[in-house]
């Protein structure tokens, strides 16, 4: 960790620096820039974008053209040995912000070499992968935590508040809706959705918020899946343009619970809002209903409208604004996750005396909204989702995928297949 001035400063380094940096890292690093965060427990800790590692650099070197002058430069490191480079140019923490199949290599080799680690949704793919990260961060002292931004997005924390305070009582089912735009299938994503899917995409949002606001006190049962393909790829092919999930869990008095998730990323770009987004989930005596983009504006702007602006925007997942004192900000629950890992590693680093440093990076393993090991679930529905989703590409459509039964952990079933294939033996 490096003092600037007096004032001790996190040193980041960013794997990835596409869509997602420039929503909601982008706004974290610019303020710190100049405004440490504060805390009694630990004074004033700078935030400090150090070094970027990407494939080509193009992206980030636009970035530090666009920003001469105005804010410390970054390193950027670019090339297949671009990671490695970061990791030993003396960043303390990583981001880690790349497609979601390439999450697993990069977060391993920044624990591994003792950096505080952030990844995004999903943290991985599956058990196996997230049993070694498990480990790893233990091992070398680190924090490795996971992005769900939606848990902060003030409608989920009420409905977990009233949850929790035993106002809604006992979840019965739930379905949830996330559409996006052809534009992010087809344009900004377009070099690596190849097999993939929208569900591990952005499913998961939904999977976590389910499994932390309903929770702890339940167990995962079971999950199937289908999908429709045949636009941004080959209708036989293994890439998805739509999925539909549901996943099963029974609750300690062995009622069970059922969730439909649906998703897509082929919704017209001319759409009035960024995404469709849309949840509802009923309880023995409530119905809770939310509509994230009809929860309060409409806009309309000359040749401006849908496109450039939508008319309805979301202005409480990130948005700009002139503050009535004058000044221009970037807000919103997309960028306060982002700020909370970097609060939460500045209390292990200078919350206290060097001897109790394993007291407060216990104290924030235990944060079971972002810590890994608290991912469990969310990875088994990934990893039993993209395995039905699999067999379903290869012509065998209908599998389910059976949680801590007497066969494993995760054990997917075959229509006329009486041979059960396992796919994670341990407990998950």
């Not at 949840?279 to 409208?305: M, P």
């Not at 395995?387 to 229509?415: Q, T, W």
Request: charged residues 20%.
């Amino acid at each position: 960790m490096l003092r600037t001035n007096d004032v001790a400063t996190i040193r980041c380094g960013m794997i990835g620096f596409g869509m997602i940096f420039d929503d909601t890292y982008r706004p974290v690093f610019e303020r710190r820039s100049s405004e440490p965060l504060y805390y009694p427990a630990t004074g004033p800790v700078g935030v400090s974008l150090a070094a970027v590692a990407t494939r080509t650099g193009t992206r980030a070197a636009r970035y530090l053209a666009s920003e001469a002058g105005r804010r410390q430069p970054f390193v950027n490191f670019a090339g297949p040995d671009a990671v490695e480079k970061l990791l030993a140019s003396g960043v303390d923490a990583v981001c880690v912000a790349t497609p979601d199949d390439r999450h697993f290599a990069a977060a391993r080799a920044a624990i591994i070499a003792r950096k505080h680690v952030l990844i995004e949704k999903p943290s991985v793919l599956s058990l196996a992968e997230l049993d070694e990260l498990t480990r790893l961060a233990t091992d070398n002292d680190v924090l490795a935590k996971v992005v769900y931004h939606k848990l902060a997005d003030p409608d989920h924390k009420k409905l977990r508040t009233l949850y929790q305070d035993g106002v809604l009582q006992h979840v019965n089912n739930g379905y949830c809706s996330l559409l996006e735009p052809k534009s992010i299938s087809c344009g900004q994503f377009v070099e690596w959705i190849t097999g993939r899917n929208p569900a591990t995409y952005v499913a998961v949002h939904y999977l976590k918020l389910i499994d932390f606001t309903f929770g702890p006190d339940w167990a995962l049962d079971r999950v199937s899946a289908t999908g429709q393909r045949g636009i941004v790829g080959p209708a036989d092919g293994s890439t998805w343009d739509s999925v539909q999930l549901q996943i099963v869990y029974r609750h300690p008095d062995a009622r069970e619970a059922a969730f439909d998730i649906h998703t897509s990323w082929v919704t017209p770009d001319n759409f009035p809002g960024y995404v469709e987004q849309e949840v509802q989930f009923r309880f023995d005596n409530a119905v809770w209903c939310a509509h994230q983009r009809k929860r309060g504006v409409e806009l309309t702007v000359e040749n401006r409208t849908p496109g450039e602006l939508k008319n309805t925007p979301n202005y409480h997942y990130n948005g700009t604004f002139l503050e009535p004192w004058g000044e221009r900000s970037q807000r919103g629950y997309g960028i306060e996750v982002i700020e909370r890992f970097f609060q939460e590693v500045a209390f292990v680093e200078y919350g206290g005396t060097p001897d109790t440093r394993n007291e407060r990076l216990a104290k924030m393993r235990a944060l079971t909204y972002n810590d890994i090991t608290a991912d469990r679930n969310c990875v088994a529905i990934v990893q039993s989702l993209e395995a039905i989703l699999g067999r379903a590409a290869a012509g065998a459509p209908g599998c389910v995928v059976k949680v801590n039964g007497p066969a494993g952990g995760l054990v997917l079933s075959e229509p006329g297949n009486a041979t059960p294939h396992i796919l994670y033996e341990g407990r998950v």
